[in-house]
């Protein structure tokens, strides 16, 4: 007997699938069919069967149903705990790059409007800078920069709803290097599932994608670190080191994405033994 | 295939990605489309208006909905959420596009929806399309066409693109295909190349 979505064919006879979308899609996710021993429909079936009055018929019925099916699995899919985290991540890095490039043209018209100013021998920040412009009332910078600043504390708030999320999402991920690098991580590996299924080896370069494939090309030397660089036990490891520590925590990380996805809760033990590990090869025990 | 001064053109409603029109007809572009670009360098297999068309690797229904103004009816097979909202949004305005939600190296998902249609278009970035071409191979009619979009940076990044071609041929031809022709698709997609196959 041969399966379609109209019903089932036997020996020219056929048995139409009973029901409205919801049940004909409901009955195509039951059943079970084998490559092998498969013949491909003919739409002739439908008419026989029942189903469909002609050509066009069918295909409207069948392209109903499979628009039906599509628009389910993805809002499916949207609902997932870690999409929303993706677009919020992907949001902040570029607002990021977005406020840096605006305050630093505003800062190279501010000094066009004042030529006796200059940054030299002075400590002055971004934000600090930003509202010193501010002050410029008698041009249109003077209000961008304000508007600059709301951006700046709209991405910091954007960045701690991220670290909670985060701490959600990927519980320990989340403690053994931050919400924020926990979430690069879901981020760059296109969710928390398929962060779990990466190796220890992968996650060591996740963000590092240039370096790697240069290395594969050209046999330049293989990056130790991508995104969990910004992790401070990596950063902070003195050079003759930081290649071993990034490649204990990559491989803890492993782990721990893991029993994010696959648990979902917090695991003190692991990450009292990870957290040791990683202090060890940092060399602070 | 429809031709307007040297411009490959499809006949139908515009306005989908915000294609140039030419004389009411829509431009299909081959530095966009992989099948124009192959058309463009002449080893393009014409598109007829009574055929059924199984396309895997949809994406936005760029390509699509230019392959459905040609013919009868186009069954797009695309797995990533993203592009299938946009392939949905395409399939409403073409009654003769229909969107299937898939996986195409798991062609189980979508046999009870498919019919023998008279080509196979695969675009997948995928290592494994010679595999995924032989698991489709059911849906294709004895005399069909089958057109693999390779990416031969999807197979492997490292190798160069000619042993990938050369290497995904050997596969395909122990897999009972005949390859007619590998087109290079330079200068329109780099490292890219169209085999035209029917079976042996």
């Known amino acids: 007997m041969q399966h379609y979505w109209f019903g089932d064919v036997e020996g020219g006879a056929c048995t139409p699938a009973q029901g409205d979308l919801g049940a004909l899609s409901d009955r195509l996710d039951t059943l079970r069919i084998t490559m092998e021993s498969f013949i491909p429909l ?5 008419v026989a069967c ?3 009055a002609d050509r066009r018929d069918y295909l409207d019925r069948l392209r109903a149903l499979c628009i039906r099916r599509a628009e389910t699995e993805i809002s499916a899919y949207y609902q997932q705990s870690d999409i929303e985290l993706l677009q919020m991540v992907r949001m902040l890095d570029e607002m990021d790059t977005v406020i840096n490039l605006l305050t630093e043209r505003a800062t190279e018209w501010y000094i066009v409007r004042n030529p006796g100013f200059s940054r030299k021998y002075r400590a002055i920040g971004a934000k600090k800078m930003l509202s010193i412009i501010k002050k410029d009332r008698a041009s249109p910078l003077g209000s961008l920069a304000g508007e600059i600043e709301r951006l700046a504390s709209e991405r910091t708030r954007l960045m701690r709803e991220v670290s909670t999320r985060a701490d959600a999402v990927a519980p320990n991920c989340s403690a053994l290097v931050g919400g924020l690098v926990a979430a690069r991580l879901i981020s760059r590996a296109g969710g928390l599932a398929q962060l779990a299924r990466l190796p220890a080896s992968t996650i060591q370069v996740l963000g590092a994608e240039n370096a790697l494939f240069t290395h594969l090309r050209s046999g330049t030397p293989s990056p130790k670190h991508g995104i969990i660089f910004q992790h401070r036990r990596v950063h902070n490891a003195p050079r003759s080191t930081r290649g071993r520590v990034a490649r204990v925590l990559a491989a803890k990380l492993g782990i721990a994405a893991r029993i994010d996805y696959f648990r979902g809760e917090m695991s003190p033990e692991f990450l009292e033994k990870a957290q040791r590990r990683i202090d060890d090869v940092a060399g602070i025990a | 295939m429809i031709w307007i001064d040297g411009v490959l053109v499809s006949p139908g409603e515009g306005g989908v990605y915000g294609e140039r029109m030419l004389k ?7 530095r966009r489309s992989k099948l124009a670009a192959l058309f463009a360098k ?3 297999r014409d598109l007829d208006p ?5 396309y895997l690797g949809a994406a936005n229904g760029t390509t699509v909905s230019h392959v459905a103004d040609y013919v009868e009816s186009v069954y797009a097979v695309e797995f990533a959420p993203r592009p299938m909202q946009d392939l949905i949004e395409v399939a409403r305005r073409r009654k003769n596009v229909v969107p299937i939600m898939a996986d195409a190296t ?5 046999a009870p929806l498919v019919e023998e249609v008279d080509m196979v278009i695969q675009d997948v970035a995928q290592p494994d399309q010679a595999g995924i071409v032989l698991a489709n191979l059911p849906f294709l009619k004895q005399d069909g066409v089958y057109i693999l979009m390779l990416k ?16 995904t041929v050997r596969n395909l031809e122990a897999g009972g295909l005949k ?5 290079r698709l330079e200068p329109f997609h780099r490292d890219h190349a169209a085999l035209v196959c029917t079976r042996k």
């Open chain 1, 50 to 52: 029942g189903v469909c």
């Open chain 2, 106 to 110: 798991h062609p189980v998902e979508y």
């Open chain 2, 42 to 44: 002449g080893g393009g």
């Open chain 2, 24 to 30: 009411d007809h829509r431009v299909w572009d081959p």
């Open chain 1, 42 to 46: 003919s739409w002739e079936d439908a």
């Open chain 2, 50 to 54: 009574q055929m059924r068309i199984l």
């Open chain 2, 179 to 183: 390859v007619h022709a590998a087109t």
């Open chain 2, 152 to 167: 031969t940076r999807s197979v492997d990044v490292r190798a160069d693109p000619d042993a990938v071609i050369t290497a």
